[in-house]
């Protein structure tokens, strides 16, 4: 066997791999048109998914269970999820009518129900802790329905952005995955907006930060998801494609 040094200043053998969207991206193609198409496909989906709930039990029960889910995270999405048919809306908002300080009285519902689950509590930073997310339930849920009726909150607009969302413990991401993941999709399922608003809106949601699994395409496509539909779109193009060995099949290659 013969080895030869490499020149000096060779890279690695073989180089790295750049995908072809990289190279699209090089030859001066953006991907903004086909990554927002691709995040209203993905608001589809989730409104496909979440229409039976819809169906059973109305778009408020619904947007109830899809926002618990989303507080909860990763970590306690699951029982989260338990929590919203243990606790159905009108029930929680029931428990809270004639009190004087309405979100303490819809915290206290939630967390005393919420004890008869197992939830995770280790390795969580303090403000992802269940309890501090119960706590933020109550007071968005406090701001959405000020009233016991268990209808569709009226500051939920096509075009109320996350001003309405913006509580104690609710920041300004959790803001958009709230608005991105559960009112979106449930009132887009349930037609209390047209599909042409929902994709507006989303559109106008700016991006809520880049996930990690993401960063890679990111660099691939030199496109930030600068808006919460592009983030979608990535999102889609990462689970469909480049998860599952179909590079050059996918929309932008």
């Given at each position: 066997?013969?080895?030869l040094p490499a020149p000096a200043g060779q890279g690695a053998f073989p180089p790295p791999f750049t995908p072809p969207c990289a190279l699209r991206t090089a030859h001066g193609e953006a991907p903004s048109a086909v990554l927002t198409r691709l995040g209203l496909r993905r608001l589809r989906i989730k409104a496909a998914r979440v229409q039976p709930i819809v169906a059973a039990n109305g778009p408020a029960q619904a947007l109830h269970q899809l926002g618990l889910e989303v507080l909860g995270g990763s970590?306690?999405?699951?029982?989260?999820?338990a929590l919203s048919r243990r606790l159905p809306l009108a029930a929680l908002l029931e428990r809270a009518a004639g009190m004087p300080d309405r979100?303490?009285?819809?915290?206290?519902?939630l967390k005393g129900e919420a004890a008869a689950l197992v939830l995770q509590r280790a390795g969580?930073?303090?403000m992802a802790a269940p309890g501090r997310r119960l706590e933020a339930a109550g007071a968005l849920w406090a701001r959405l329905w000020p009233g016991p009726e268990p209808c569709w909150p009226a500051a939920l607009t096509p075009t109320s952005g996350i001003?309405?969302?913006?509580?104690?413990?609710?920041?300004?991401?959790?803001?958009?995955?709230?608005a991105t993941n559960a009112i979106l999709p449930t009132a887009l399922a349930a037609g209390l907006w047209s599909e042409a608003e929902a994709a507006a809106a989303l559109a106008a949601l700016p991006s809520p930060g880049t996930y990690g699994r993401l960063r890679r395409l990111e660099g691939w496509l030199?496109?930030?998801f600068a808006t919460a539909a592009a983030l979608q779109g990535g999102l889609l193009l990462h689970t469909d494609y480049c998860t599952?060995?179909?590079c050059g099949r996918?929309?932008?290659?």
């Open positions: 066997m013969v080895v970590a306690n999405r699951v029982p989260f999820a979100a303490l009285a819809l915290t206290a519902a969580l930073r303090p001003a309405a969302l913006r509580v104690t413990g609710v920041g300004r991401a959790a803001a958009i995955e709230f030199a496109h930030p599952r060995g179909a996918c929309p932008f290659s």
